[in-house]
């Protein structure tokens, strides 16, 4: 048995255990990974302002136009801006929205 122990080659897992210390290369791609990531989230997040400042101007050029049917914009705008702001990964506004939703749009959870 000793013998066998003596010649035995490591296997494919053993020598990526040994080789598990990340080179210089792996530091920098996961650092750049990183900054890619904040920058896609920030520039996600500055895109969904936009589409809120917009939404504001179209709200101040429509409203005084509409009367009574601007609760039907506003209800479908916030759809719209939960839909975007989970598409952009907003998560503050996605909560702060459903908030908003159930409190003037609430689900009937008695459906018996």
Same mark, same amino acid.
Not at 62 to 75: D, E, K, M, R
């Given at each position: ?28 791609a996961?650092?750049?990974g990183?900054?890619?990531e ?11 302002i936009? !589409? /809120?400042v917009?939404t504001? @101007? @179209?709200?101040a050029s429509i @409203? ?9 914009? /506003?209800?479908?705008?916030? !759809?719209?801006?939960l ?5 952009c990964? !907003?998560?503050s !506004?996605? /909560?702060?929205?459903?908030? /908003?939703?159930?409190k003037? @749009?609430?689900?009937?959870? =008695?459906s =018996?």
């Amino acid at each position: 048995m000793p013998e066998q122990e003596q010649n035995k080659t490591p296997t494919d897992l053993e020598q990526l255990k040994a080789d598990s210390v990340p080179s210089p290369s792996d530091n920098s791609a996961a650092e750049l990974g990183k900054l890619l990531e904040k920058e896609r989230d920030r520039r996600n997040e500055e895109r969904f302002i936009w !589409v /809120i400042v917009a939404t504001v @101007f @179209f709200d101040a050029s429509i @409203f005084p136009n509409v009367g009574l049917n601007s609760l039907f914009f /506003i209800a479908l705008e916030l !759809v719209f801006l939960l839909w975007f702001a989970e598409k952009c990964g !907003v998560d503050s !506004v996605v /909560i702060n929205l459903n908030r /908003i939703m159930n409190k003037y @749009f609430p689900r009937n959870e =008695d459906s =018996d």
